[in-house]
């Protein structure tokens, strides 16, 4: 079997998404525009992958450093034919098929492509084209048919009759050529043309002038071939691409209570009889086990969940870790680097940063744990704080196994309490305590009698 090259066209500049950053860096779906068709394209195992860039050619290199692909760079804005032509170096002694497609066309799917790849080879085409059927075909170059049905040509909307913008057919931009074919054909394009581009399109012209197979392949959900050059697209491929992954989400197993309002990345992993809430969101490359619990409002970033763990309503997690069977929130906040262990409970109002919380162990109610230790079965009572920064450095606070904290407890880091260690409500601990102990503040309890009225007698003769 032919070896099979991929041409990545990325070089466009997307002056309709007014904005500074490239069209194919915008993010959808949890990553840029141009990883959707990238990974697609890469899921057909290719030989070569090369991306064209030209707009903004450096800031797209640099987002994306280690993705197997050689780049080359459009100088000049000439036309998507001429795009193609910038990655001849490339495929100089290249022998097989090639694949090219857009950037900015993220709902293509890999299924589609292997279709269009297969039919190509069958037929023994130079050139195979990939069509749709819109119910509005405004935008797009038609395609013109003789009357046996066979391709006749192609013709960009801005160069099109009357008569050929009533055609329902339109290229969908995604194109299969025998290398051999290839450049040879694109160095017959020419320019003539309103726009006095070179148009990508006009190699099906040469080919059928030289008498050469061209096969056309049809999609049948002409949204795959939908690319994106506004933000009004991009948020139309947004809620498409979200239908998609949770439609596949449900079909694997997974509740969502309300699926027109949870938002899932595709690097998120959810296991079965999981219940997904409204208003959630698992974003970057989130993994959650089987058999859990999200309430909603729930917003997850990169986190590793394990199985049957609860998260009460409207919590924020990000790049941490639970582990089986715990509960967090409601109102819950875990930042980078925590780690709960198993049916560990962190309560409403509790934020945990860098923390390694130990088995069993609970904070409930109001309370900041920062860099700190804790170990089993440790109970944190409602307004304890880590205080971990001196306004210069941070300092790790280290509690042991089986320790009481009493409410209203600032533990000064850096400090460690041993295992078994009690301390008594409303202290304030600066010093490492052994292991047993109790810790408490020595504070002298004074009551004034009738001090209110006074005060308030004070209070009226001062406003006289």
Same mark, same amino acid.
């Given at each position: 079997?032919?070896?099979?090259?991929?041409?990545?066209?990325?070089?466009?500049?997307?002056?309709?998404?007014?904005?500074?950053?490239?069209?194919?860096?915008? !993010?959808?779906?949890?990553?840029?525009?141009?990883?959707?068709?990238?990974?697609?394209?890469?899921?057909?195992?290719?030989?070569?992958?090369?991306?064209?860039?030209?707009?903004?050619?450096?800031?797209?290199?640099?987002?994306?450093?280690?993705?197997?692909?050689?780049?080359?760079?459009?100088?000049?804005?000439?036309?998507?034919?001429?795009?193609?032509?910038?990655?001849?170096?490339?495929?100089?002694?290249?022998?097989?098929?090639?694949?090219?497609?857009?950037?900015?066309? !993220?709902?293509?799917?890999?299924?589609?492509?292997?279709?269009?790849?297969?039919?190509?080879?069958?037929?023994?085409?130079?050139?195979?084209?990939?069509?749709?059927?819109?119910?509005?075909?405004?935008?797009?170059?038609r395609i013109l048919r003789d009357r046996s049905g066979a391709?006749?040509?192609?013709?960009?909307? %801005?160069?099109?009759?009357?008569?050929?913008?009533?055609?329902?057919?339109?290229?969908?931009?995604?194109?299969?050529?025998?290398?051999?074919?290839?450049f040879a054909a694109l160095g017959a394009v020419k320019n003539?043309?309103?726009?006095?581009?070179?148009?990508? !399109?006009?190699?099906?012209?040469?080919?059928?002038?030289?008498?050469?197979?061209?096969?056309?392949?049809?999609?049948?959900?002409?949204?795959?071939?939908?690319?994106?050059?506004?933000?009004?697209?991009?948020?139309?491929?947004?809620?498409?691409?979200?239908?998609?992954?949770?439609? %596949?989400?449900?079909?694997?197993?997974?509740?969502?209570?309300?699926?027109?309002?949870?938002?899932?990345?595709?690097?998120?992993?959810?296991?079965?009889?999981?219940?997904?809430?409204?208003?959630?969101?698992?974003?970057?490359?989130?993994?959650?086990?089987? $058999?859990?619990?999200?309430?909603?409002?729930?917003?997850?970033?990169?986190?590793?969940?394990?199985?049957?763990?609860?998260?009460?309503?409207?919590?924020?997690?990000?790049?941490?870790?639970?582990?089986?069977?715990?509960?967090?929130?409601?109102?819950?906040?875990?930042?980078?680097?925590?780690?709960?262990?198993?049916?560990?409970?962190?309560?409403?109002?509790?934020?945990? %940063?860098?923390?390694?919380?130990?088995?069993?162990?609970?904070?409930?109610?109001?309370?900041?744990?920062?860099?700190?230790?804790?170990?089993?079965?440790?109970?944190?009572?409602?307004?304890?704080?880590?205080?971990?920064?001196?306004?210069?450095?941070?300092?790790?606070? $280290?509690?042991?196994?089986?320790?009481?904290?009493?409410?209203?407890?600032?533990?000064?880091?850096?400090?460690?309490?041993?295992?078994?260690?009690?301390?008594?409500?409303?202290?304030?601990?600066?010093?490492?305590? !052994?292991?047993?102990?109790?810790?408490?503040?020595?504070?002298?309890? %004074?009551?004034?009698?009738?001090?209110?009225?006074?005060?308030?007698?004070?209070?009226?003769?001062?406003?006289?």
């Amino acid at each position: 079997m032919a070896e099979l090259g991929v041409i990545l066209l990325a070089a466009g500049q997307g002056t309709r998404m007014k904005s500074a950053l490239p069209k194919v860096l915008h !993010p959808l779906g949890g990553k840029p525009l141009f990883l959707h068709a990238l990974g697609t394209a890469q899921s057909l195992c290719p030989a070569r992958v090369a991306v064209v860039v030209g707009h903004g050619a450096e800031a797209v290199r640099q987002a994306f450093p280690d993705h197997g692909v050689e780049w080359c760079v459009q100088t000049q804005q000439l036309g998507t034919a001429h795009a193609v032509l910038c990655a001849r170096s490339i495929f100089e002694n290249f022998s097989g098929d090639l694949l090219i497609l857009s950037g900015d066309v !993220p709902l293509i799917r890999d299924a589609t492509l292997r279709a269009m790849i297969e039919q190509h080879r069958s037929k023994g085409a130079a050139l195979t084209l990939l069509t749709a059927c819109l119910e509005r075909p405004s935008g797009y170059g038609r395609i013109l048919r003789d009357r046996s049905g066979a391709l006749s040509g192609i013709v960009e909307e %801005k160069d099109a009759s009357a008569a050929d913008r009533q055609i329902r057919e339109v290229n969908a931009g995604v194109y299969v050529a025998a290398a051999r074919f290839l450049f040879a054909a694109l160095g017959a394009v020419k320019n003539h043309n309103r726009q006095q581009e070179y148009y990508l !399109p006009d190699i099906a012209a040469v080919g059928l002038a030289q008498g050469e197979r061209i096969e056309t392949a049809q999609v049948d959900d002409a949204r795959e071939m939908l690319g994106v050059n506004t933000r009004e697209e991009l948020a139309f491929m947004e809620k498409e691409l979200r239908e998609r992954i949770n439609r %596949k989400w449900m079909l694997a197993g997974v509740t969502l209570k309300d699926p027109d309002t949870t938002y899932i990345d595709e690097g998120v992993t959810i296991g079965r009889d999981t219940v997904i809430g409204p208003n959630t969101q698992l974003r970057g490359k989130t993994v959650i086990g089987e $058999r859990c619990q999200i309430d909603g409002s729930a917003f997850l970033t990169d986190m590793v969940i394990g199985d049957e763990v609860q998260l009460k309503f409207s919590v924020v997690l990000t790049a941490s870790r639970i582990d089986d069977g715990a509960i967090v929130g409601p109102f819950a906040q875990l930042r980078p680097g925590t780690h709960l262990g198993r049916n560990v409970h962190i309560g409403n109002f509790v934020e945990a %940063k860098a923390a390694d919380i130990g088995e069993g162990t609970k904070a409930s109610h109001l309370t900041y744990l920062g860099d700190v230790t804790i170990g089993r079965d440790t109970n944190i009572g409602a307004g304890t704080i880590t205080c971990n920064y001196d306004g210069f450095r941070k300092y790790k606070t $280290r509690i042991g196994d089986r320790v009481q904290v009493g409410s209203d407890t600032t533990l000064v880091a850096p400090v460690a309490l041993g295992d078994d260690v009690y301390v008594a409500t409303a202290s304030t601990v600066r010093h490492d305590v !052994p292991a047993g102990a109790l810790v408490f503040n020595t504070r002298e309890e %004074k009551i004034r009698e009738g001090w209110t009225e006074r005060k308030r007698e004070q209070m009226k003769g001062s406003n006289k």
